[in-house]
């Protein structure tokens, strides 16, 4: 009789699995990890159906090898940038088939929140009388944890979304998207589909029970998802989530969880940071310009202070004359 495993890693302390005693600063950001994710294949793929470019049909688009561009984002409420990491791109793809190429996410685990996302595009090539050109075919963005806070793991099926008719043409002008529910990775009135693929991923992260028949049911599932995906006529990438590169073996869940600072920490207000007092007097500084320099007196307010700094002069000498004279009179 098989048992269930409920361990888990904090996303913030991911890091200590690969750190010993007391380990120096540099030490730790040498030994952060880091996310793997890995391109397996594309389905639903037909060039012809990506022809018209700008509303126009180019004999010649689609021509180019297939590659993945790869990004992280961000969905904060109010913030308009949503971009976090420069475009990544992966190696030219020949049979337009298959990719399987690994990569390594840009942050590791305790710098990825439960915001974060991440957004793939399809893209190729297309040539016209001025030359060629890069064509964004389809993407999607993906959130990185799932609505139970833990980080993706296992076999994910994405339905990458035409930006033809959304009128995006450039990897800047997707970023307009990602905050659109239409644009979400999960396919959308596939339930029977996600429900195997979940399954599946929970039985990865042995969060149920083996049973002998298992390995028999894994080709059944595969041949399912291939057909859902095939009559569906929607284009789809498959991706996998593996814990770390340097950790194969690992199938251990990560849940998202902020760092905890204790209450006397040495980041504590009270104390002195020349760092923030320099950051302080540049900002008084730059806000403050424009006042300092309308407060500098013009020639006429100067001369009628000398004037006045005149008199008070004489003044003062004559009184103290006047003083004088009095207490020594002789």
């Known amino acids: 009789m098989g048992s269930l495993s409920l361990g888990y890693y904090p996303s913030c302390d991911v890091v200590a699995m690969a750190t010993s005693g007391s380990a120096s600063t540099d030490d730790r950001q040498q030994n952060l990890i880091y996310p793997c994710i890995k391109i397996m294949s594309i389905t639903g793929f037909d060039p012809e159906r990506y022809k018209v470019i700008k509303g126009e049909y180019t004999p010649l688009a689609c021509y180019g090898e297939l590659r993945i561009n790869y990004c992280i984002t961000r969905d904060i409420p109010f913030l308009s940038n949503s971009f976090i990491t420069n475009w990544s791109q992966t190696q030219v793809n020949l049979d337009r088939q298959l990719f399987n190429e690994a990569f390594d996410l840009p942050l590791p685990y305790n710098a990825l929140y439960d915001y974060n996302g991440i957004c793939f595009v399809l893209s190729s090539t297309y040539t016209d009388k001025k030359g060629m050109h890069e064509q964004l075919i389809a993407g999607a963005n993906m959130k990185l944890y799932n609505s139970k806070k833990v980080f993706r793991q296992g076999i994910y099926e994405l339905e990458l979304h035409p930006l033809e008719p959304l ?117 008084r500084n730059a806000r403050t310009a424009d006042v300092d320099r309308a407060r500098k007196p013009n020639k006429d307010i100067l001369d009628r202070l000398k004037v006045s700094l005149f008199i008070l002069f004489i003044y003062l000498f004559v009184c103290l004359f006047i003083t004088v004279f009095i207490i020594f009179p002789g």
């Open 167 to 283: 009128g995006v043409y450039r990897l800047e002008d997707v970023e307009k998207l990602v905050r659109e529910p239409t644009f979400d990775s999960k396919p959308s009135n596939m339930d029977t589909m996600n429900q195997i693929l979940k399954t599946n991923r929970k039985h990865l992260r042995n969060e149920l029970l083996e049973t002998p028949l298992d390995r028999h049911c894994m080709p059944d599932v595969e041949h399912a998802v291939d057909e859902a995906k095939r009559a569906s006529g929607r284009l789809f990438l498959s991706v996998k989530f593996e814990f770390s590169r340097s950790y194969p073996s690992v199938y251990m869940p990560v849940i998202f969880q902020r760092p905890f600072l204790p209450e006397q920490s040495e980041l504590r207000a009270d104390r002195w940071n020349p760092v923030d007092e320099k950051y302080f007097k540049m900002t």
